[in-house]
């Protein structure tokens, strides 16, 4: 069964710094693109950032230049590095992947548990 483990959100002041990680994990064949997104409270789940496999990269515009992914594809891991912080940015972060379990099936979407980020001003 594949897994996605998210780590490193907690609490942090505007204008400072987090690494998310996010591990995928069980019966992986490959996967496709690896992202983030995030949901604030009363707010729908939104896109923050995708990586493709061969790192092509893809950024929301209010984190553009602020937030940096990454991948590392033997790992199956992800990051998320998050810089400038503003209290805006607080959310749950969710990763998710496209994942595909073996060459003679279709890819599927997974997402981890989510990680809150409060950013306090």
């Known amino acids: 069964q594949v897994q996605l483990v998210e780590s490193g959100g907690g609490l942090v002041q505007a204008g400072g710094s987090l690494r998310l990680s996010c591990a995928a994990s069980g019966g992986i064949y490959s996967i496709n693109y690896m992202g983030w997104y995030r949901q604030a409270p009363g707010n729908q789940r939104e896109l923050v950032a995708t990586i493709s496999g061969d790192g092509g990269t893809n950024y929301a515009a209010s984190v553009k230049g602020r937030f940096t992914i990454s991948r590392d594809n033997a790992k199956n891991t992800v990051w998320l590095q998050m810089n400038s912080l503003k209290p805006e940015d607080t959310a749950v972060y969710y990763c998710?992947?496209?994942?595909?379990?073996?060459?003679?099936?279709?890819?599927?979407?997974?997402w981890g548990q989510g990680t809150q980020v409060t950013v306090s001003s």
């Open positions: 998710n992947a496209d994942v595909v379990v073996s060459r003679f099936l279709s890819s599927r979407t997974y």
